[in-house]
């Protein structure tokens, strides 16, 4: 599986060396959820190239990036080979102190499309990584309006490239979006449909990881003894980029509206929450503080109590997930699973495509997902 | 289903004032989790005797005892109806500040069980409700044992019940056990067999309510991202009997052994845990204070930690557990399944029987007790 | 001390109710710091006459009003002889969802004081409380500057009301304001200088409770210690009016100024920081939820963390402060204190006044506040 | 300052490690109460000896020793000076799985004693640190009974050692001992008189440090606002060798015995409490887990609850007191404050000699230390 990471940030910087690392030995797969039980490996994946819009990471290779995070001595001379080019801006980084310029600017968005198609084909790639910032951005439905914003240029990034992959799909050859950001295109018909069309699969939205799938699984913990959840408050601070970004109204909106629909998912009835991003606090970094109480009553008109504190690496916690996603891709693919797939979503993303089906505690849809690989449960439970 | 409840401690009130109240619909049935979803209605339950040793509670009716726990106003007048008769002691109230003596102490422990038999008989007794204090206790693993056991006398209270009720099933009519405390009973083989042979059905052991369940669900959810537990500790506390009884380390230690089978069972390795009752503090009253830490490892070598504080009513949790035992027991009979019920017992226990199985999440087992029944998630996922 | 409340919300009602209960010795007078130790009594406390502009409000008595709170039985019948009546308003409660209309949009502000002071004439108040919601204002700085918006009728309820009080001890007798709230008041020199001139004390501004106060003597316990604090994190959540008023960004930002600044005040030097009110959510009612994360540096290069999670009622604290500080009127008036005293401020408000001190750790204030009073130790340590 | 270490455990050898890469600048001198504030510096402090009784460790340098927690790149060159010498055991390991062997063993306990005291007048020793293992023991009060006992052979380590820094201040030169553990010799009335007749001062007992000094200002924090405490409850867990020795239930009960008395001494009446270390876990290592609820009432009969959890390393928390403690001995020689001093015990100890006195807050403990050193809060608050 040759991979294209599209958004040279954190996530991908950890992704990249930890990857290398898993495939060299260096490293344990905790966190990887489908460790070796799948038949693709970690060493049928490589990362073949990388995309932002930022000035300052276009020209730099993945490994000169890496070190913002890493120990020079940890990070992998591999990556040394992946060098980061421009990609497509459409205001993705718009009000966030960095200076972005994307392809667009230069040659228009049609042009820049077909430029990035012609790229991939160089690159022979399979499995493309949407890992960019935070964006603000409403579903579009039909093929036919996408077809329109193309035209016209009205679209974000995620929804450019979402088409772009599409393009080089049924240009060159099948391939696989995965859609980690909340930015709907497993959850947009008008990609599904798209996709079903073009010979590519997406995964998506919005790779689950942090407070939300515990937060879920702690929901049917309560619906399975139907316990009356009365109240849930959820606040998140951290000190990464995303952090940032989400202090920005607009894009936390993006994130709020993912979580408060799983709750009445997962209970069946709604109860009354406050589940979003909270603040940003640099010295934090990327190890982030959850905290959460959610009030219920049990049997007897009694009300008790959780709370719960997380302290998380929010990172490492996505490049689990990615990797397994990677791994999924090349199944669907073999098995013509074009459009996307509601199994492998309903596990890895917060907001699983395709539009229309329901949130399910994250408990349940992985035990759906090992029947959709055949796998067995190894302890035999 | 006529139940005798053995034990008129607090979890006995709380079971005999809320069944009532749910029956005349003054409350709701939070924290019962089948619901309204199996034929077995609440208005099929009726409590129609109650046995203890202390000697403050003998002679007494239930309504005077529920006075201790809650306001006249609230108890209803039925429990003038069920009054406490002298059950066996053969010890079980020892070190605890109470006055205690039992049948057998009259009579021997061979003619207290055949007069218990007899009483049950006059009441058409159909289930068993064992709710005494958490005894200290070994398994007994063989029939020929425990008729031996029998002739002595040495034997724990909750085996002389489990005996006399498989004598009543025999002679009257097939009946259930629903072993609520950590006394092995479904997970005494001796006692599985005696039951096969008696056409009586045991459920058990040790109803699960609390932190137990929930340790088990966190634990699923790690295992099922591959994260590796380094360590957990489990702090409880509270202000009930049960924690008065459970400062005696003989009483403890049987706690502890349920508990800690369950985090290798599920995470499939042996993580270091700490995790047992730890305090009795009584102005907690039956409100008690859970405190757990689990640090576990994510991907790329990063450590994060969970930290989840609990305050729950005990009793009130358990009364929703053994309401639907209860409905269960019914099913099991109708279905003849004498012996012990896996599917039953792996939701609403936390050692399941029959001996030898192994513990597993929770919320696995909900899904498969939801097969047993021909239950579809109503959720429609 | 005769009282008038200012804004007859919920903190009025528990105010009113738990003085009146205090006095029959219904309840003890927990939450109230001078206890007995200073020699005005709760029975030399009476309430007088409430003021608000909410339509709904105006016209019924305290006694009504506090039927939303609390049961019948439990509101003493005295609080029928309080009757609110119409206050001012200038836009204090806009945004919210209450119809409210000031004295002032029918007889001008320069009218509607004179009428008030009037009115606070014929019930011989000595003391005035100011409860009123949070509102987003600015200090005045100068007495000229005062005068001038008083002409001009641009300034808020509660720097009219102020001046009111100020014009009050002028021409009536001298009295005491108790500014509960942010708005600046005993920290702006235009009303320190106009109090200290008109034979009035103000004490303010913004009554300490909940999270804050602790938080102050956390990071004095850090302090003293040594102990280098890398970042604080502080949520609340809760759902009363407050709460409701602080999503309001304007409103919000006068709570988040209030407590940074502590920060610095306490530690000695800038420690990064989030901590402000952070949402409503209904069910939670007065009972609010804070969480709080402490990062420090202790000796030898460690990483140190304190996690805080506050479940308190919000409202029965603020009263215990507001019992004390009417009763320290009277012993201020008495010593002629006129114009702000720090070591009332210091202990009981977040902010406290003149302009230009700093905070100090609510701990270190008690005994400054002890010393101020003559009291001893009672505990003699 | 001449320092004699007795107990080369983890605490000495943070001490060490810590103190010379304090002196070096290598770390910032976070963690010490005093800081630059007093006119004894860091470099005034050398370490100039070590006692165990541990086979394991007699003979080696505390270089050697050190590498069990810490990098060789970060272990200061001087620490090979520091040689490990066989003390005094009289059973102070026993029940631990260490070999161990002392002095008496060979040559009696009282010729042991003259052999220590020769060997400290060779390293001209001021200032003796017992940070041994917690033991189980009882004071002794009176120093007649005291002198019989060392004939006798019937005392503790603590108690011999004790002994002997009494006897080289009498022969050789004044002395300091700190007594860090909780055994009791600042609060036993014998080592008092003996230590005023000696020239010696003793400062103790048992150095203040993790969750205790936070109780005690959480508590004065209730204190000063009259909220009525219900009960408190503390765990603490661990994976040092201070967690393994408390699993001992003889050694735990000294620890326990400390922290109830703080809570009335506090309160200034008996709150029911749960407070004691709680357990051993090996993989949290010297980063220790507390879990702390308290519940008040605050005004009007409303029930508050605070929850802390702390994840702190233990022994750097200890190393910060005792760098201020050797440094107070200084003061105190200089002085003439033979006996104990109540001013340094009551910031820096859980259980204040001299015998009788009262525990007091931390924070107040604080203001009063700096009283006696004559020094101004340099925040001028």
């Known amino acids: 599986m040759r991979v294209v990471v599209i958004g040279q940030g954190m996530a991908a910087s950890y992704l990249e060396v930890g990857l290398e690392r898993l495939k060299r030995n260096e490293i344990p797969d905790y966190g990887v959820p489908l460790r070796d039980w799948v038949p693709v490996k970690y060493d049928d994946i490589e990362i073949v ?20 995070y890493f120990n020079s001595s940890t990070i992998p001379g591999k990556l040394k080979e992946i060098q980061v080019r421009r990609g497509i801006h459409l205001g993705s980084l718009k009000g966030l102190p960095y200076k972005a310029r994307g392809l667009e600017e230069k040659y228009g968005l049609e042009k820049s499309i077909e430029m990035l198609v012609d790229e991939w084909k160089s690159f022979n790639a399979d499995v493309f990584l949407n890992v960019i910032t935070t964006e603000p951005v409403e579903p579009i439905h039909s093929v036919d309006e996408l077809e329109a914003r193309v035209k016209e240029g009205y679209l974000t990034a995620s929804q450019a490239y979402a088409y772009a992959v599409a393009q080089y799909a049924r240009r060159v050859k099948p391939a696989v979006l995965i859609n980690a950001i909340p930015s709907p295109v497993a959850t947009d018909q008008a990609f599904v449909d798209l996709y079903k069309a073009s010979n590519a699969v ?36 951290g000190g990464n980029t995303d952090f940032l970004a989400l202090t920005e109204p607009e894009r936390n909106i993006m994130k709020k509206k993912t979580k408060s629909s799983m709750v009445s998912d997962i209970l069946g009835y709604e109860a009354p929450n406050y589940i979003r991003p909270t603040g940003f606090l640099e010295p934090l970094g990327d190890k982030k503080f959850v ?36 791994r999924l891709g090349k199944i669907a693919l073999e098995r013509g699973l074009y459009g996307t797939v509601y199994e492998v979503n309903a596990f890895y993303t917060k907001k699983p ?29």
Chains 1, 2, 3, 4 share one sequence.
């Open 202 to 237: 997406v995964f998506g939205d919005d790779a689950a990881t942090g407070a939300t799938p515990l937060t879920a699984d702690l929901l049917e913990h309560l619906f399975q003894r139907n316990r009356r959840v009365l109240d849930i408050a959820q606040f998140n601070i």
């Open 49 to 68: 190239a990388a995309y932002d819009v930022d000035e300052r990471k276009i020209g730099k290779t993945a490994y000169e990036l890496a070190r913002e």
């Open 353 to 381: 495509g395709p539009p229309g089906v329901k949130a399910v505690s994250k408990v349940k849809a992985f035990y759906r997902l090992l029947d959709w690989l055949g796998i067995k449960d190894p302890r035999g439970i």
């Open 291 to 326: 905290a959460m109480i959610i009030e219920y009553m049990s049997f007897g008109d009694f009300k008790d109590e959780i709370y719960v504190i997380m302290r998380v690496n929010d990172k490492p916690a996505i490049v689990g997930v990615l990797i397994d996603l990677i």
